[in-house]
Structures are given as C-alpha cells and as structure tokens.
C-alpha cells in the first residue's frame, strides 16, 4: 500500500465489487501461473522485463483500458514508479496512503486503556504490528502463548478496533463438488 495505494474495487474491476467471491482472482491466479511455468514469464530474464510483467498482469486481470490507465499514469507503462518514490495518483480513483484517513487506538502509557489516534494509513502502517498466531512450541508453554495472542485481540475488540485477520487463499482447496458447500473452502 506504501508504493502503490489503494483502488476502491468497483473502479478496479467492477464486476467483483457486487460478488462475494472474486472470480477475477481466481482467473488471474491461474493464468500467472501458467504465465510463470510456460508461458511469457517461464524465465528469469522475461520476468526482469516489467513492461512485459505489467502487460501480462493487466491481461491477467482483465482490465479495462481505463483502469490501465489510471496504472499507467500513476506508475508509468512498466509500473517502475512507486508512490515512494515520485509517482502522482492525481487525476486517477487511486489513493495515497498518506490521504486515506484512519483512526485507531493506542495503548501506550497504560496497557489498560487506550487513547484514540487520527492520522492516516502510511503512519498506521509503520506503527501497527504483525502478530502471528502462535504454533511453535508445546505444551502449556503453547497454551500460554495462544492466551496471549487471544487477551491482545481481546484488547484491540474492546478498543473497537478491527482485527485484520489475513488467510491464505488456495483456489484448489475450494469445494466443487455439487451442494450446499460448493464453492466453500
């Protein structure tokens, strides 16, 4: 987000915005790979190529010349600028994290109570933290660390704060056989 920004969904593929599922995602994936593995992009020295990078990504995708546009007048045609370091989002529904406005709480005086920060995602970004859910290690020493884990998302619940859980998506894992779980991982 630092060097590219965020893009509202709709105005990046708009068919997506209305569905619970991103086909667009799933399609992309698919044909990176076989980009990666045959096609285009099967060597180092293709890949070393962003224009080509960026061509086989926005087909990829799927966009639409608009929305390469928005790309490539924010980022050049081989993508090469970033946000960091002089590229514009003027003109384009591309957002800056240094003007999207957040708010959250911080608890740095009294680990028991928070204070409310307004800044926006750039600052929020360097300062928020990763945490893993603990799966090293056994024993209670493992139940001590998964407590911990649970009290600091307990902490960041009873602030109001969102909790970005991140999972790992694979397309392949997804039930298609017929009834009510297809098309559920």
Known sequence: ???RGLIAEDKFIAEDAQSEMSYAQKS???TMNSELKSGRLKDADSRRD???VRQVMDEAWGLTDEVRGYLTKAFGEDGAKTL???ASTAGTPIVSPHDFAVRYTERVTDPNKGTVKDTNLA???EEWEDASYPSWGSGSELE???RSFQIRVQKALHDAQPVVITWDVDFNAMESGEGELQGSF
């Open 1 to 3: 987000m630092l060097d």
């Open 28 to 30: 992309a994936l698919g």
């Open 50 to 52: 962003a224009k080509l």
């Open 84 to 86: 960091r370091d002089g």
């Open 123 to 125: 600052v929020a970004i």
């Open 144 to 146: 001590k660390k998964r």
